[in-house]
């Protein structure tokens, strides 16, 4: 009987207990195509369904063996009856009432198809478009949207096979029966039946959709490649191996195009009615189509429930929560799981120990403790199947949020805890190395790293350039094993070795608020060993975080006497010079300059003691500064030029990375006694050589402080215009890098060129903003800055 693998599957089912929904959940086939089989509906399905309802009903090697030929015969049956190849049966599905977005993807699929009905006879080959993109991103969707809106515009209209429904190796013949080729007219030769084919498109062409390709192999003898025919694929591989394929890759919706989806399922006024939930549905959603549409019907099937209900709920069970009749988010990604690989399909799970979203084939190779070989080729098999994204240019990927908890959920489905708890030890010892390694490449090439991690495998970066980008990408990660690492004493050796390298890395100015976190865990590290030097350093480094880059200068002023009692207690020169350093800047910026220079002076002398030449010259560039502001102009300048002098030597790169920041803040502090003394040419040359330096280190802080200089030179200097310009790019960057007290400085500066520029409702604009800041932030160092402001304010 052809319903035979029905009733085989049905019984199967049934002494295991399982509804057609749990086995739909286990297979990654649709509750529908069950129900279909077991009814009858479908006589013949595939071989890949079939195993995989197999493997769900836990069917004994016999029983699968006596399936598989039952279902087998079944499908030579239908091939040779073959009593559906009437064109009704390619006709594309209905289209979605409620589509949204894709706007660019349409345009570019109507232009190629408008190419391809003027090619002219004898043309090359028709472009081929594959629709690409990670379950569920609407792949099919879009192409029945193109299918409808494009067919009336060729000859044999739209013709549309889904080759992920049984029977799909007959796809050749349902097409030559669509075109108007009896049954007993088609060849049996697949090569003839592919030679009719194009004979028949090249009399009548047609716009062919092929939905949920699976390979290459599966699509060629379908591909409508003759003058005035266009083929559309989805899949969800990538299919790079076709020819003269154009790729569109969808991604997830925007934010607007999500709430525009939600809406026109549940309603503008429902949505209307809770502002801003509809933005948390989205996110929720991974913005993913399918995932909205779920969630739209959801909401649209229970009238009753408020938006902020439906929302909590979700936050507990997001997968769970993403259910609606047949439409399950977990069952499309199943199906691409299933059809992995092995090390793919380990690399894949794993992923949920991550905490970020970025992967990389070096991290597959930790977390599936595969060779580097191995691990990137199944990386690359994770993208050709839309399961992670590209991302750079540097052979980076990113996970989607909801495929990262389907990736936990087959992780807990499939490997002991214990199995789990070993990887994430590994990749813990590897993230916590590799952060290391990284901010050991922004150490000054004078000085020697900190303590040294532990041996063992690490990432290995060519220059600071890799390591910048390193660390910016995968700081969710490494970030995520240190706080994991530092409450254990068995990773405290590299717990400090971490922050310590952090430092010159951090002096970039880039992620400030993760700072005072990073160094707090070395400072509890430190003092839970009782190693008072490593404390020092510790309490210096987080002084340095708290103080100079939140900008809270009390905290900091604490941090560093703390920092200066450990230092003195453990004999450490260096670290007291570092000490009396910091101390000596806030007290500096806080107002104590008799203080400050009073530091400044032991800082360089102790570092003169250690001896220690790096900090002894950039303590020296604090000393000069501070003689400048006593009026001692000849004395400042000269020790400045001795300073920049030696941070020329070629040992301090100054052409690159952190050489360059060195020489970069010492050219900062030069201009600035330049400008105080009006040589105004001098100190925009200054100025102009930090820019660059900061600009080739990637330090967008050091570079906007330099900027500042520029325009105040410039507006000493009478060219009110260019100051200006430069004052306004000054004050945005300092603004993004969140700037306190520099940043009010520009805007009181910018207002007073603004003024002489004539532009006073702009002038008033940018002293109530600064205003404004400074009444907000409350800091004793802006109050004398306040009062510029306020004083210019009512003159004006």
């Given amino acids: 009987m052809t319903d035979e693998v029905g009733r085989l599957l049905r019984a199967a089912r049934l002494r295991s207990g399982l509804t057609q929904e749990e086995i739909a959940e286990r297979s990654g086939v649709s509750v529908r195509a069950i129900s279909d089989i077991e009814r009858g509906r479908v006589r013949a399905p595939q071989p890949r369904t079939v195993e995989a309802l197999a493997d769900a009903a836990r069917l004994t090697p016999d029983e699968r063996r006596f399936l598989t030929q039952t279902a087998k015969s079944a499908r030579s049956r239908a091939a040779e009856i073959a ?20 706007t660019d993807e349409l345009a570019t699929l109507t232009a190629l198809a408008a190419a391809a009905g003027h090619a002219a006879e004898g043309a090359a080959a028709q472009p081929v478009a594959v629709l690409t993109g990670p379950p569920g991103v609407g792949k099919s969707s879009l192409a029945v949207r193109a299918g409808r809106s494009l067919a009336s515009g060729f000859p044999g209209g739209c013709l549309y096979v889904d080759l992920a429904e049984p029977g799909e190796g007959a796809a050749l013949r349902r097409l030559l029966g669509a075109l108007g080729v009896g049954t007993a007219e088609i060849p049996p030769s697949p090569a003839d039946q592919g030679r009719l084919y194009r004979a028949m498109l090249a009399r009548r062409p047609a716009l062919v959709l092929i939905d949920n390709a699976f390979d290459e192999a599966q699509v060629r003898p379908l591909l409508a490649t003759g003058p005035g025919s266009f083929t559309i694929i989805t899949s969800r591989r990538v299919l790079s191996g076709l020819e003269g394929a154009v790729w569109l890759p969808l991604g997830p919706f925007t934010t607007t195009e999500a709430a525009d989806l939600l809406a026109t399922i549940v309603g503008q006024d429902r949505m209307s ?12 959603c991974g913005h993913l189509p399918l995932a909205l549409r779920i969630a739209g019907n959801r909401l649209a099937s229970r009238p009753l429930w408020s938006l902020g209900h439906f929302v909590a709920q979700l936050s507990e069970t997001r997968l769970g929560g993403l259910e609606a009749g047949d439409l399950r988010v977990v069952a499309a990604f199943t199906v691409s799981y299933r059809q ?12 949920a120990l991550l905490t970020g979203d970025q992967l990389s084939a070096e991290v597959a190779a930790v977390l599936a ?10 990386v690359e098999e994770l993208a050709d199947f839309s399961l992670i994204e590209p991302v750079g240019s540097d052979g980076g990927y990113r996970v989607h949020s909801l495929l990262a908890l389907f990736a936990s959920e087959c992780l807990a489905d499939e490997e002991s805890p214990a199995e789990a708890e070993a990887t994430s030890r590994r990749l813990t010892g590897w993230l916590l190395r590799s952060a290391t ?15 040294p991690a532990p041996p063992g495998p690490a990432m290995a970066f060519e220059s600071r350039h890799t390591a910048l980008d390193w660390l910016h990408r995968h700081r969710a990660d490494w970030l995520a094993a240190l706080r994991r690492a530092a409450p254990d004493d068995a990773w ?31 400072v509890d590290v430190a003092r839970r060993l009782g190693d008072r030097a490593a404390e020092a350093v510790q309490l210096n480094l987080l002084g340095w975080a708290v103080g100079v880059l939140l900008e809270q200068r009390e905290e900091g002023l604490r941090l560093h006497r703390e920092a200066l009692a450990a230092a003195k207690e453990a004999g450490d020169l260096v670290e007291e010079g570092w000490a009396l350093f910091y101390l000596a800047t806030l007290e500096r910026i806080t107002g104590g300059t008799g203080a400050a220079a009073a530091l400044a002076a032991l800082s360089a002398e102790r570092f003169g003691a250690a001896p220690e030449p790096l900090g002894q010259h950039i303590a020296w560039s604090l000393v000069a500064s501070l003689e400048q502001a006593r009026g001692e102009t000849a004395a400042a300048l000269a020790i400045h030029r001795r300073v920049v002098e030696y941070f020329r030597r070629p040992e301090h790169e100054p052409a690159d990375g952190t050489g360059a920041v060195l020489l970069g803040h010492r ?6 006694s330049l400008a105080r003394s009006q040589q105004w040419a001098e100190a925009m040359t200054a100025y102009r050589e930090a820019i660059e330096l900061f600009r080739a280190a990637g330090m967008r802080s050091g570079e906007a402080r330099a900027r500042f200089g520029v325009g105040d030179a410039l507006a000493g200097s009478g060219d ?8 306004e790019a000054a004050t945005e960057m300092l603004r993004d890098s969140g700037a306190g007290i520099r940043r009010v400085e520009a805007q009181a500066e910018l207002a007073v060129v603004l003024d002489q520029l004539g532009e006073r409702d702009e002038a008033a604009r940018v002293r109530a903003e600064a205003l404004e800041f400074c009444r907000e932030w409350d800091r004793p160092e802006l109050a004398a800055v306040a009062q510029r402001l306020e004083t210019a304010a009512s003159s004006h």
């Fill in 273 to 284: 009615a809770e502002a801003g939930t509809a933005e948390q549905i989205a996110q929720l």
């Fill in 340 to 351: 992995l690989s092995g090390p793919a399909a380990l690399v894949f799970r794993r992923l």
């Fill in 369 to 378: 403790d595969l060779p580097i070989g191995t691990a990137r080729r199944a």
């Fill in 720 to 727: 009110l215009p260019a100051a200006r310009d430069e004052l």
């Fill in 667 to 672: 050219l900062l502090a030069y201009g600035a």
């Fill in 437 to 451: 390694a990284a901010g050991n490449c922004f150490l000054p090439a004078v000085l020697q790293p900190g303590p």
């Fill in 492 to 522: 405290s050796t590299e717990v400090l070795a971490l922050t310590d390298a952090m430092h010159w890395y951090s002096d970039l100015g880039v992620l400030p608020e993760i700072w005072p976190e990073v160094f707090q865990l070395g």
């Fill in 83 to 102: 009593p559906w190849v009437a064109a009704a049966q390619c006709e594309p599905p209905a289209g979605l009432n409620d589509f949204v977005g894709r």
